[in-house]
């Protein structure tokens, strides 16, 4: 409010060139019935083309360019001016490129959690269409989970006072065990930063601020004072007017005015829209969105190069602080560093008109394509790692031709039932069998399914030291508890009287739950269905879930479904077996009206297929069907276009 690497954006001469085309190509525009400059328009535009990529934008990189940030976002919303809620509309809309952590209410005046809720409720409504266009946008129940409220009011003289669930926020989402900066993006006063850095100092090491000063500074002076004389390492920028240029000078000709911009592109586009447009007088402010798009285009590592948030200077003798800069050159109408912002003012209110189109009507299937559905797999044991399917109908699958990820993890590091789901904020998860005889699980995650974090072996049968293995481990997201589930088999020797497997494998299912798969509850039973069972995936319906289990038994082998009205169950009323012996892995799909469930005819060598709408009724379409050679068991789960896009590129 106010009263890992990434693609550098040129020298400075490179910069000056790019950044004046559009007054060059105006020029152009303006002379061209003269004959003798068409061969200049054409060598300009062959220039242009060559050093903008071909693309719509003179600076390249941040999270557009796909680099994909850690974001946590303290604000006033709700206090005394209203473009708090008109920036948080703007980051919304660009939700889906960031892994949004943290957003905290904070002082000064009136402004309270349910502030942001209200946003969230307008957000909510518009959701439908804005993940026709990427499923990484989070949901609205996983935003309320992660709105959080921070102080009433200023702090004394000191510059701190009490802990608030805000502070803790920041210090939990600072401490998490990401390699990635959190940036810190603070909308009002500083108050539960400050709190947070008294607090837990050791956090500085893993934050990058991003505070809009002005008017904001004058609300809590106290606590940046603290930070100011006992925090002086800390990673900071400054922006005391740079930010003005958002909504000050730059091109405001035509629709691109602030009001005229609102009333073309902003009102009549969904709930946000209309709930923007009414704001600030119908007009564009927005102060406080220079902080995001400083993350979306440009180089976030280096404040002193061009971004779409401004470019800054460094304050004399800090390290990391970055504050507005002086030169006279780049202030606009006397606020220094300001048209270091609006120079961009016609690519960003271009780029940010596309996003409020997506408010306003679902992606065609011409920018989407068809539903696509991934399929995870292995390869002969397991030795090479993770393999991926897709289809755009459940019968045909087409090996993508790469292996994404080499098992590092485990004796045996081999990577078995590779199981992957997508979290609320657009994170994969993957867990896998590491080996045929151990106690624990492998785990990695993933934004894009391509690039992936450093492989975890997850301990999860230490407790039982005579644990034969850890087989065919599956992750169920439980939406109502916002946890994932994560689901295994294992035999322990003597436990379960009454096996027939001649290795005393007697298997039961385990299971632990995670909100974050860095701390875990403990180990806990989960299934018995009074014979050994393994590879057995949750299916959730309007009326309860469904298990679909192996029958482990050595006369038996064969797969079946029991039903349940809460996620662990229990789980009754065992069906007969509905897919022929040998069969295993389970992974299902709900295509149109029909769940389509996928095995693995392991001693056939080939892959079988039913599809039902009950669970009591199957058709057979295994002849229907049809997978790369060698394809083994994984899961099942549903894509944008543009992660499989992505694959393909990865896999050239």
């Avoid at 785990?443 to 975890?456: E, G, R």
């Avoid at 064969?558 to 009754?572: C, E, I, K, T």
């Avoid at 994984?634 to 543009?642: H, K, M, P």
């Amino acid at each position: 409010m106010h009263g890992e690497g990434r693609a550098a954006t040129g020298n400075g001469g490179f910069q000056k060139f790019v950044t004046s085309r559009i007054f060059v190509r105006r020029q152009i525009v303006k002379k061209r019935k003269e004959p003798h400059l068409r061969v200049i328009l054409a060598l300009a535009a062959i220039i242009f083309t060559i050093i903008d990529g071909g693309g719509a934008y003179a600076l390249g990189g941040g999270a557009l360019g796909g680099n994909r940030e850690r974001v946590l976002i303290s604000s006033d919303i709700g206090g005394s001016d209203e473009d708090d809620i008109q920036s948080m509309i703007h980051y919304l809309l660009y939700s889906d490129l960031f892994d949004t952590e943290g957003l905290i209410s904070s002082p000064p005046h009136k402004g309270r959690k349910k502030d942001i809720f209200k946003v969230i409720d307008k957000y909510e409504k518009d959701y439908a269409n804005l993940k026709s266009y990427s499923a990484k946008y989070p949901s609205g129940d996983y935003l309320r989970s992660i709105s959080k409220q921070g102080a009433l009011s200023a702090a004394p003289e000191k510059g701190y006072s009490k802990a608030t669930e805000g502070s803790r926020w920041i210090i939990h989402c600072a401490k998490k065990k990401d390699p990635r900066p959190l940036y810190v993006l603070v909308w009002g006063s500083i108050s539960d930063l400050a709190q947070a850095l008294h607090d837990d100092a050791s956090i500085k090491k893993k934050i990058r601020v991003y505070f809009i000063a002005s008017w904001n500074l004058r609300q809590d002076q106290n606590a940046f004072k603290y930070i100011d004389k006992n925090h002086s390492d800390l990673w900071l920028i400054y922006s005391d007017t740079t930010f003005r240029g958002w909504y000050m000078g730059g091109e405001q000709s035509g629709n691109l005015e602030n009001k005229s911009f609102v009333q073309s592109h902003i009102n009549g586009h969904g709930e946000l829209g209309d709930y923007f447009s009414v704001l600030k007088g119908g007009g564009i402010k927005m102060g406080d969105t220079p902080s995001v798009s400083y993350l979306l285009r440009g180089n976030p590592d280096d404040p002193t190069k061009e971004s779409w948030g401004g470019r800054f200077v460094k304050r004399a003798g800090r390290a990391n602080w970055w504050i507005d800069d002086p030169d006279k050159a780049f202030a606009e109408s006397g606020k220094a560093g300001a048209k270091t912002v609006n120079k961009w003012r016609e690519e960003y209110l271009g780029d940010f008109q596309k996003r409020m189109d997506r408010c306003k009507d679902k992606a065609a299937v011409s920018e989407t394509g068809k539903s696509v559905y991934l399929f995870s797999s292995f390869r002969g044991n397991g030795e090479d790692g993770l393999h991926l399917a897709y289809s755009f109908d459940g019968y045909k699958w087409t090996d993508i031709g790469k292996t994404f990820l080499k098992p590092k993890v485990g004796v045996s590091k081999l990577m078995r039932d590779p199981c992957i789901v997508q979290g609320p904020n657009g994170r994969f998860h993957m867990v896998w069998t590491p080996g045929w005889g151990e106690k624990g699980i492998g785990y990695a995650h993933s934004m894009d399914l391509v690039n992936w974090s450093q492989q975890k072996y997850i301990e999860v049968m230490a407790h039982e030291p005579k644990t034969m293995n850890a087989w065919a481990p599956e992750i169920f997201y439980d939406e109502p508890n916002e946890r994932y589930i994560i689901y295994w088999a294992s035999t322990i020797p003597g436990r379960f009287p009454g096996g027939d497997h001649p290795k005393e494998r007697n298997h039961r299912m385990y299971y632990v739950t995670t909100k974050d798969f860095e701390s875990f509850s403990k180990t806990k039973f989960f299934f018995d269905p009074g014979y050994s069972v393994i590879d057995s995936i949750i299916i959730k319906r309007t009326n309860g879930y469904v298990l679909v289990l192996k029958d482990e038994r050595v006369a038996m082998r064969r797969l079946r479904v029991a039903f349940g009205r809460d996620v662990l169950g229990p789980f009754q009323n065992i069906s007969e077996p509905f897919a022929e012996q040998y069969s295993e892995g389970p992974s299902a799909m709900k295509i149109g009206d029909e769940w389509f469930v996928y095995f693995d005819l392991y001693h056939k060598k080939k892959y079988g297929a039913k599809k039902t709408r009950d669970f009591k009724t199957w058709t057979d379409v295994t002849e229907q069907v049809s997978f790369p050679k060698g394809h083994r068991h994984g899961t099942i789960l549903q894509v944008s276009q543009e992660i499989l896009d992505g694959l393909k590129r990865a896999a050239k």
